[in-house]
């Protein structure tokens, strides 16, 4: 099965070249282009642009979709540096000493938001031509960049940290809801188009839940509360991602615990000691009732929903 990803050493060259290449248009980006000029950098992106295409369609032809997939990624990766390219050649970017393209990935800006609208634009085409599941890495990663850019644009430039978290906390549920339809109707399908979703679905989620400023312990344990519901999500729709992000919070909330409201206290380890063998005797019990649980919450879903569940006790 050349087309589903797998840990081995040739997937593996092939992420790894993969991701150098598109590192070295993006993260990596020196000024040494800006030599260039913005329609120097626009006739040097087509050319790679080209080369992307023409070994999109080489990969494709001798069905080696993992490569082919890479090589459309690059070519979407492209698009922030030539629209770049073509602001400064149309005299409309911002003075050179303001803001540059290496800048792209270390600062909050507005003035992103067309590079990364266009990127969005031109994924959008590649996935409508070529249906490869790591596509969605750059739109997912571009719909997170966009949350934090769009925020400084609504406030009107203004560093407001408060309005950061809020819009964080709601892009993110926007996008793992996004990443839970998609996953609906793509998980019988043998591709997991969900994934890049839920990966920075949960990451902008959290993040902006987590950097949230509370004195209140109510707020705190719903906090707590969520993580545990991540926890429980993922594994019930068998994504690990949600997973470590919800046990990640609840350790935070543990940690708080320890260190804020049971300081010097000689009977919060015994408690959390003995929260943890309940744990454990709870996992073992659903150890030995997993497959009736599962085959009667199944049948209590709608048909879209039960595809979501795993169906190896069916």
Not at 19 to 38: H, P, S, V, Y
Not at 280 to 300: H, I, M, T, Y
Request: with cysteine.
């Amino acid at each position: 099965q050349h087309g589903v990803p797998r840990f081995d050493f040739t997937h593996i060259l092939y992420y790894l070249g993969g991701l150098l290449a598109i590192g070295a248009m993006t993260l990596f980006m020196n000024l040494g282009w800006e030599r260039f000029g913005g329609w120097g950098i626009v006739a040097s992106c087509l050319l790679y642009a080209v080369a992307g295409l023409w070994l999109l369609r080489y990969f494709t032809a001798k069905n080696l979709p993992i490569p082919a997939g890479i090589c459309a990624v690059f070519v979407v990766a492209l698009t922030p540096l030539a629209v770049y390219g073509l602001q400064q050649g149309l005299g409309v970017w911002p003075p050179p000493d303001d803001f540059r393209y290496r800048d792209y990935h270390r600062w909050i800006e507005w003035h992103w938001l067309y590079m990364e609208l266009a990127t969005l634009a031109v994924a959008a085409v590649m996935f409508y031509r070529h249906r490869y599941p790591f596509l969605l890495l750059p739109v997912a990663f571009t719909l997170w960049y966009l949350s934090m850019d769009a925020t400084t644009w609504l406030a009107d430039g203004d560093f407001d940290w408060r309005l950061r978290r809020i819009v964080s906390v709601l892009f993110g549920m926007g996008m793992l809801a996004l990443g839970l339809w998609v996953d609906i109707r793509s998980r019988r399908s043998g591709r997991d188009y969900a994934f890049w979703l839920y990966v920075f679905g949960a990451l902008t989620f959290w993040g902006g839940l987590t950097a949230m400023d509370s004195n209140s312990e109510l707020t705190k344990f719903i906090y707590c509360l969520i993580n545990l519901g991540l926890i429980g999500a993922g594994a019930l729709l068998v994504r690990r991602v949600l997973v470590v992000f919800g046990a990640i919070g609840l350790v935070l909330y543990v940690e708080h615990l320890a260190d804020k409201v049971f300081k010097d206290s000689w009977l919060f380890p015994i408690s959390l000691t003995l929260l943890g063998l309940v744990v454990v005797a709870a996992g073992v019990w659903w150890q030995k009732n997993e497959a009736g649980l599962s085959r009667r919450l199944r049948r209590a879903l709608p048909a879209a929903w039960q595809r979501l569940l795993p169906d190896r006790f069916e």
